[in-house]
């Protein structure tokens, strides 16, 4: 049998830190990456056969369990028509009209490969649109790793510890502004200094690449306010939040319409598939109608638009982000019960299919600074006790989880099981 510690060992030979995105990485954690073979439903089995209760899921796609027969299925339907055209298709136009469906403020639909793709596109078609450099963004949010976008960003960039990259040119960071998340006072005082400078505020409605941070009741809706006065582009992105949050994203759960939305992840159903889309008014100076250049050679793959429509659609199934939403409450407060019953400090934080736990003594959790504050040393002590367990945490303490509808009362169950007794471990120490 081969090891995931061998594996590991022969990919960072040839590999830089042997993963191909560093939140992969295991950093701090004193052991290799688990390395997977294959997923079914709520679990992973490594290659040592060991299996797991995933709460990663792929980071973010995943919202119905892993190899959903459905999304397996579309895929291999499409598979011996031929893998890509380089042509416009019938299913690229489902794909637009069941994102518009879903999403009423997406008039104008551009599909691309990525997130990243996604929200670096959304930027500069922002900056075209308004003729301004400026953009916002907020402290401990992640974007992609655009050059405008990695200017303290969360999620890998923020675990290892470089939140604005070397790399990208002072000149282009200088045109991006970082105001703290969740704070309208910071917001207004800036917007009355540039205001006429801002080409758009682009934001995770729900923060999940430093853990997980709802929006403060009025946030977003100033956010709205603010982009209103100041003729700036308003931009969600529902990367992450898409589908999961709501069936139509956070801004469907909060009631705030964004002018653009970002789309990846559950988009294209565990195949590399991204999205932007909004006002027609604005969409329309993309290329060919307009002349803000953006392009892609495989955007819109058929192989990816067959996954991630056969997921959008099982998603509008009646009752699914109720369900889900559920399941994430019974595994949170399970979670903060235990941890309470042991003495550990720790709370969590949801917003419909996401969660957050954090190692603290506060009682809520709104911004970079007080995320970046909680116990990092416990959160790894948990990490590694809950994978000795047989329980897939993200390996960082500035990562969301993510459930799935895949997650039966059995699964949280031994979830919970395997807290109680990592709890106590660390009550111990
Ligand atoms: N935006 C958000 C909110 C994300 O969470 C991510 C990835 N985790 C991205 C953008 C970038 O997406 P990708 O990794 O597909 O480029």
């Known amino acids: 049998m081969t090891t995931s510690a061998e594996l590991f060992e022969r990919a960072c030979r040839h590999i830089p830190g042997g993963v191909n995105s560093p939140v992969r990485a295991f950093k701090g954690l004193h052991r290799p990456p688990v390395f997977i073979e294959r997923a079914q439903g709520a679990y992973l089995f490594d290659v040592e056969g060991q299996r797991y209760v995933d709460y990663v899921g792929s980071w973010g796609p995943m919202i119905t369990g892993h190899a959903d027969p459905e999304v397996l299925g579309a895929v291999r339907d499409k598979l011996d028509h031929g893998l890509s055209f380089g042509t416009p298709t019938a299913i690229e136009t489902s794909m637009a009209e069941l994102i518009c469906e879903i999403i009423p403020s997406i008039e104008l639909v551009r599909m691309v490969n990525s997130g990243t793709e996604a929200t670096m596109s959304a930027i500069r078609l922002a900056r075209g649109f308004t003729g301004r450099d400026k953009i916002v963004k907020f402290e401990g949010n992640y974007h992609g790793h655009s050059d405008s976008l990695l200017v303290k960003a969360g ?13 990208v ?5 200088e045109h991006t502004v970082t105001l703290p998340h969740n704070d309208l006072d910071a917001l207004e005082a800036c917007f009355e200094e540039i205001g006429d400078q801002v080409a758009c505020i682009i934001v995770e409605p729900v923060a999940g690449n430093m853990n997980c941070i709802p929006p403060q009741p009025g946030f977003l809706e100033g956010l709205r306010r603010v982009c209103d006065q100041h003729a700036s582009v308003l931009i969600f992105d529902e990367v992450m939040t898409g589908f999961r949050v709501a069936l139509g994203g956070a801004q469907a759960h909060y009631g705030v319409t964004p002018d653009l939305t970002c789309l990846g992840k559950i988009v294209g159903g565990g195949m590399p598939v991204g999205a932007f889309g909004g006002k027609r008014e604005i969409m329309s100076h993309i290329s060919p109608l307009g002349p803000v250049y953006q392009a892609g050679t495989l955007a819109g793959n058929p192989l990816a638009m067959a996954a991630g429509i056969a997921l959008l659609t099982k998603l509008r199934e009646p009752g699914f982000h109720d369900a889900l939403a559920q399941r994430v409450e019974t595994l949170c407060s399970g979670l903060e019960a235990r941890a309470e019953a042991a003495g550990v400090a720790m709370i969590t934080q949801r917003a419909g299919g996401m969660f957050g736990v954090f190692f603290t003594g506060q009682s809520r ?43 039966t009362a059995e699964d949280i169950q031994a979830t919970l099981d395997a807290a109680e007794r990592a709890f106590a471990l660390m009550a111990r120490a």
């Open 155 to 167: 999620s890998g960039a923020l675990t290892h510890g470089e939140p604005s990259s070397p790399g």
């Open 169 to 173: 040119p002072a000149a282009l960071a």
């Open 365 to 407: 959790v709104d911004n970079f600074a007080q995320a970046t504050a909680c116990d990092a040393d416990a959160f790894r002590r948990f990490f590694s006790a809950m994978l000795d367990e047989g329980v897939y945490l993200a390996p960082s303490a500035y990562e969301a989880g993510f459930m799935s509808s895949a997650h």
